[in-house]
């Protein structure tokens, strides 16, 4: 009797993780085509994200809202109500709804990201956007060097000089390359040498960031951190350099997206768009 009562529970639980397999497997299907359909009819590509950081969705994914009433929160919350595993149950959902940004991701795009553009361009900013929006990894090609050298940009321009700086650069090109749907934010003179255009363009789209020089001297005044400003640091001599750079940031373009007085979400949603319909 009492073996039967075991095998009977081990039975249900078994058609329980059946269900969620299914339902599973059947929802990242609908993310597929969900994805597909918003692409061939231009709707909004990007789950929102909240100025807190904290991820919120488009309606159809129903992951977290910023009113936690609003959706299948709300439907969360009801169920969830005394039961004694919440917060495990929870944490599950959330990661499902971070899968299912991961296969929206993929399903608009194959490629890795690779965004370019002179300093203050708004690189890191729309680099931080799309990876919560996303749900895809972000490298920071000036984070990952100074992770790696242990030292600063600014250090190592001083030590070794900016040559083995651009050094650094191309090494780790290569090495990202190999990867796939990255959103990859790289040094504003990344695409100064051709081999980097080169090995850029191997796996990604090139997407440009401008801005006029006042706007980059407005959002890089305060820095300390990159030498090529640290004694220059006015708009003259920004516009001078960017002048200088705009034709090798032109030539290496996939896409092009001016960032001047519009909000990131506006961006990353043009941008996403623009690198999506280039996959087809
Ligand atoms: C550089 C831009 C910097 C950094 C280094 C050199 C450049 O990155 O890689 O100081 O040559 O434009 P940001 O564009 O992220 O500031």
Redesign the pocket.
């Known amino acids: 009797m009492q073996t039967q009562d075991i095998e009977k529970l081990q039975e249900r639980i078994r058609q329980c993780d059946e269900h969620i397999i299914e339902a599973l497997i059947q929802r990242m299907q609908l993310t597929r085509e969900l994805a597909e359909l918003d692409k061939k009819y231009h709707q909004p590509l990007l789950t929102m994200v909240s100025a807190q950081g904290g991820g919120r969705s488009g309606n159809h994914d129903g992951s977290r809202e910023d009113n936690p009433s609003e959706g299948l929160y709300g439907y969360l919350d009801t169920m969830l109500r005394g039961c004694p595993d919440e917060t495990m149950i929870r944490e599950i959902y959330q990661t499902v709804m971070e899968s299912t940004k991961k296969v929206r991701a993929q399903s608009l795009f194959s490629c890795n990201i690779l965004l370019v ?5 708004g ?2 900013t729309v680099s931080s956007y799309l990876v919560k929006a996303l749900g895809v990894e972000e490298i ?3 984070r990952l ?1 100074e992770q790696r050298e242990g030292r600063s ?2 250090g190592i ?1 001083e030590t070794d000089g ?1 040559a083995y ?1 651009r050094r650094c ?1 191309t090494q780790l090109l290569a090495e990202l390359q190999k990867r796939k749907n990255l959103i990859i ?6 695409v ?1 040498q051709e081999e980097n255009v080169r090995l850029m363009k191997e796996n990604g789209k090139i997407v440009l960031l401008t801005a006029s020089p006042e706007t980059i001297y407005g959002r ?1 005044k305060d ?1 300390r ?5 640290n004694n220059n640091m006015n708009v003259e001599f920004i516009a001078g ?1 960017l002048e200088k ?1 705009r034709p090798k940031y032109l030539k290496a373009a996939d896409i092009i997206i001016d960032t001047d007085g519009r909000d990131v979400a506006d961006i990353c949603e043009e941008l996403i768009e623009k690198v999506a319909g280039s996959a087809e």
């Open positions: 553009g002179f300093m203050g361009t690189k890191s920071d090609t000036d060097i940009i600014a321009f900016e700086f650069e934010s790289c040094g504003g003179g990344m100064l890089v820095s951190e990159r030498p090529l400003l350099l750079r």
